[in-house]
């Protein structure tokens, strides 16, 4: 097994240096750059239990997720996986089940672990959230929501709002039904639907009927089952890809057929929807990025570097079989 030692012996320097850079420490670029190809090429992986008792720090992250059903979480933590093993930190996964309390005790519980930081997923920020990571005062990210006290990586809601008003608009229908979830929700229950609605309004023939349900699929079915019976609408929107999953298995069941008798659309981009039919039309997220950035963003903090305050991620409408132009 590669040791330290032999890193500093091929280097030609001290085993002091080779422990500065392990540990982010002053070493010289030409001198790091050494390093670097040596560690590469002999695929050492440096003992983290042992870096965290010397440098007191565990190279340990805490999570904390809304639930283990979604889709986008997935995909968010494949992201955060990928980047904390190659930068070496090992992670603590909690999940809250949307609950705040739970995710408050989660907070003190990863505090207590002594994780060097956490990454929330987060469905709102309240003052009592606020006050408990001012009270843990260790490096703390928000993923999903914006917030003023807190750095936090954000996707344009709003604008992907606008991207689907947009794709509706230019197909020519004035009748829309859009299936949202709870205001306190800011990204996904308001900022989308505020931009879908913003642009919508721009052409005074439209008219929008927003019905909040829920993330669930089963709670989203029964919603639109019964949404669907009396609507005039012929574009639907969800305000998740898996919404508009159960909205499009609503009318399967309600014999209406998609799109030629309702056009549907939703946000998230997952990639099990290339395997469905018809295939979705979508505003696709970067969730796997926004993992991968949150690592890279946290060790900054952790190493006490400057980092932006707020960071928004751009997504992509994409157009697939399940909208059509209105006739």
């Given amino acids: 097994m590669v040791t330290i030692n032999d890193i500093a012996k091929e280097a030609g320097v001290a085993k002091s240096t080779v422990s500065r850079y392990l540990n982010n420490g002053s070493v010289s670029p030409k001198t790091k750059e050494k390093i670097d190809a040596i560690v590469k090429k002999r695929g050492y992986k440096p003992n ?8 007191q720090k565990t190279n340990m992250i805490g999570v904390i997720i809304p639930r ?5 979480t997935n995909e968010v933590l494949s992201g955060i996986d990928s980047k904390a093993y190659e930068k070496g930190f090992q992670l603590i996964i909690t999940n809250a089940n949307q609950e705040t309390e739970r995710e408050i005790e989660d907070i003190y519980t990863l505090a207590k672990q002594k994780v060097d930081g956490i990454i929330f997923l987060a469905k709102e920020v309240t003052s009592k959230h606020r006050k408990t990571i001012e009270e ?8 999903g929501q914006e917030t003023k006290e807190i750095p936090s990586i954000t996707h344009d809601d709003y604008g992907a709002g606008k991207k689907i008003a947009q794709h509706a608009l230019d197909l020519g229908h004035h ?9 306190e929700d800011k990204a996904v229950g308001r900022d989308r639907y505020d931009g879908f609605y913003k642009e919508i309004s721009r052409n005074s023939l439209a008219k929008v009927e927003m019905v909040e349900t829920s ?7 029964n919603t639109a089952m019964i949404e669907l019976k009396k609507s005039k609408a012929t574009f639907i929107v969800g305000a998740t890809d898996t919404i508009a999953l159960a909205v499009m298995k609503a009318a399967n069941d309600l014999k209406m057929s998609v799109p030629e008798d309702i056009s549907i659309a939703g946000y998230g981009g997952y990639d099990l929807l290339s395997f469905m039919s018809p295939a979705l039309t979508t505003v696709k997220y970067p969730y796997f990025t926004i993992g991968d950035l949150a690592i890279e963003t946290l060790e900054k903090m952790i190493l006490k570097e400057e980092v932006p305050h707020q960071q928004a991620l751009e997504n992509q409408l994409i157009i697939k079989e399940t909208t059509k132009k209105f006739k």
């Fill in 175 to 183: 009748d829309f039904l859009y299936f949202t979830v709870s205001r």
């Fill in 48 to 55: 983290t239990f042992a870096r965290s008792l010397k440098a």
């Fill in 136 to 143: 843990i005062d260790i490096p703390f990210l928000v993923l």
């Fill in 68 to 72: 283990l059903d979604s889709p986008s």
């Fill in 215 to 221: 993330f669930l699929m089963r709670e989203a079915y």
